[in-house]
């Protein structure tokens, strides 16, 4: 159980396009579901906080207007990269989070890497 | 606000060795404490977790980790590392209540070498 999906597993695009990835919770139902994005080598950074049914919770430093973020239902998050470059390419990884033993544990999806060209 | 300080960055290892991967963490209220694994191109995989209780914690393919309040803590181990341990390794820090929100260190590289 709690199995995290994500799609696509990783994507190219030209510079100057959008592109969208999409999580989702398979068997489990998650109220709040977190994005995050990983640099080569590096740490994983929190980008924002999504709600479902309401407006994200960006980071400090995180452009909202070019990581739009919906989560239009209890199993469905998607980060939409706007008008990307290539300083965008990165691995985007989600979270989908729920109640277990005695507190919010968030399971994470397999990630999605961008190349932005 | 919390921070989680990964002391090593890599650490290799010969195959069946025991090894121990240290992780700092400082915050001014109580916190849970995590390990996650993460393979090449993959997301994180939980190993273990400390939210009260014992301070010592199995997990997960052999793994434990030792929660250590006046030392402020929460290092990795296990005592016969295999080819398939490696990975990346984090260690992360949450508040508990709210979101939970994690924030987690800079990771460390186990390599096992044959």
């Known amino acids: 159980g709690a199995v995290v999906s994500q799609h696509p597993s990783w994507v190219i695009c030209k510079s100057g396009t959008s592109v969208k990835i999409e999580c989702r919770s398979l068997?489990?139902?998650?109220?709040?579901m977190f994005w995050y994005r990983q640099f080569p080598k590096q740490s994983l950074m929190l980008m924002a906080t999504?709600?479902?049914?309401?407006?994200?919770?960006?980071e400090q430093g995180v452009e909202k207007d070019k990581f739009l973020i919906n989560h239009a239902s209890l199993t469905l998050s998607t980060l939409t990269v706007t008008s990307a470059h290539p300083e965008d390419s990165s691995f985007y990884i989600c979270?989908?989070?729920?109640?277990?033993?005695?507190?919010?544990?968030?399971?994470f999806g397999p990630g999605t890497r961008l190349t932005v060209l | 606000a919390q921070s989680v300080t990964q002391l090593d960055s890599q650490v290799p290892v010969f195959e069946e060795a025991p090894v121990e991967l240290r992780c700092n963490y400082s915050?001014?209220?109580?916190?849970?404490l995590f390990w996650y694994v993460q393979y090449p191109n993959q997301g994180l995989q939980l190993l273990l977790k400390?939210?009260?209780?014992?301070?010592l914690v199995k997990g997960i393919n052999g793994f434990e980790a030792e929660f250590n309040k006046s030392q402020t803590s929460f290092h990795l181990r296990k005592p016969s590392v295999h080819i398939s341990d490696t990975a990346e390794y984090f260690c992360?820090?949450?508040?508990?209540?709210?979101?939970?929100?994690?924030?987690f260190g800079a990771g460390t590289r186990l390599a096992v070498h044959p």
């Open positions: 992360a820090v949450s508040a508990p209540g709210g979101y939970n929100k994690l924030i």
């Open positions: 915050s001014s209220v109580s916190v849970y």
């Open positions: 979270s989908a989070q729920t109640w277990t033993e005695d507190y919010n544990e968030q399971f």
């Open positions: 999504s709600n479902e049914g309401s407006k994200a919770t960006y």
């Open positions: 400390y939210l009260s209780g014992s301070t």
């Open positions: 068997d489990f139902q998650a109220t709040t």
